[in-house]
């Protein structure tokens, strides 16, 4: 096996008994992405030089027995919203392209401290907003399995990175579906945690289910290894920044998961969240999925789930939060800025305030709701509760986003993603897992989706049903096909 295919869990084991050195994971994640990057475009910014020194200096701090964090040696590509120390951050946008910060934001400061090496910056939507991974400073990027089409978004470039060994790791974000829909498209693994787990120092709203930080890697329990690390309190960096929305929590717990026995698990399923839009090709999809599980001897259980007035609640409570993000510069965009952000600044400023505030009302009604699944006795009382990840196939990346889904007009950005963002809408932790291919041949993801503050258990039952599938050639993750070395 080539280094840059290691696993996060199993490269750390080569480099912790003298089996690997970083120097040489570092390296061959280089050559990886020499190899496969100009045809996908994901790793806009590379820190090669700065990553082997650091790799050096984790080499002899192995050899002389130092003690070391949990991904010394590591290699982490960094999503380019994410400021880095010395290394450039762009935000996919022109008017950054120079910009070099000089100091890490939080996620970044506690990968570095937790010994991860950062060996590049991934590319991104202009300033993230879309899911479809495409700006106007280094345009688009390609999914792995067909690079004419998109990888999603808006960690698409951290996905792309991961899915084809360019680093076994990746810091994103998502908003509205941007580690899951990414991870979905590209058969790999993103977590959306319980809002509060993982700090956002970057945040501009004191108290909102958005702008919520996170891990991709190729499985579960890689996954789970770096959620331990940029949800650390103890890594946080020095200063008084910090986000409202952190609460005491023990990060450790996620180093290790729980071993499942999933003849004892109860699984709630939901085609499409109680009617939201999702495609003839998906819905087929996930009903075949279905029959596979239940032939495999799982407990499935159809939820009432009924998030149909979610994505209306999407919308206006995003528009609201764009304003407060951008209030003080809308007045300079250029006429091409991220047509996404103009779409919800303009709508914002078609709202009245009570539509905002029906809004927020009806969001707890929903929140109300839909815990109550995961709760008994005498409530449906599920485990977690499976739903496709994204409503359509990957289209093609030149289009901003599609115009409509079988016959039904796509009303804004959104309003194709409403099988994410609903389930951001309710705050409650997602995992978003490869499942096969679809019949287009392309990934197909699931969403696996736990009760308010269930991350590590419903990570656990995640890295069961990966284990399952990886039993099963038409389940297991999808591997794309690289081009020779």
Known sequence: MHASDLTAIEARELLRNGQLSSVELVEACEVRIDQVDPSLNAMVTRSTDRALVEAAAADV?????????????LPVAIKDLQPTEGVRTTFGSKDFANNVPDQDCGIVARVRAAGGIVTGKTNIPEFSIGANTVNPLFGGTGNPFDPDLTCGGSSGGSAVAVATGMAPLATGSDHGGSLRIPA?????????????????????????FYSVQGPVARNVRDTALLLSVVASRTLLPAGPNRDAMMFPFDSTVFESLESIDLNEVTIGVSTDLGGVLVSKTIRESFEHRLGRLEALGLRLVEVPVDLTRAPDVDWRLRSDVFVTQWHDQASGWSPDFNPNIQQSYAAALDMQMEDIAVA?????????????????????????LLCPGVSIPPFPWIQRNPEQIDGKPVENYMAWLALTASLTVVGHPVTAIPCGRDSTGMPFGLQIVGPMYGDHRSLSIAAALEDLFETQDDLARPVPILPPR
């Not at 498209?185 to 004191?206: D, K, L």
């Not at 927020?360 to 929903?366: D, G, I």
């Not at 815990?371 to 009382?381: A, D, L, M, N, S």
């Open 184 to 208: 979905c498209y590209c058969g790999v693994v993103g977590h959306r945690a319980t809002p509060g787990i993982v700090p956002n120092e970057e945040r501009s709203m004191t108290q909102n």
């Open 360 to 384: 927020r009302k009806v969001q707890a009604e929903l929140l109300d709701q839909f815990q109550r699944h995961f709760e008994g006795p005498g409530r449906t009382g599920v485990d977690v």
């Open 61 to 73: 701090a192995q050899a002389n027995g130092i003690p070391g964090g949990p991904l010394r040696g």
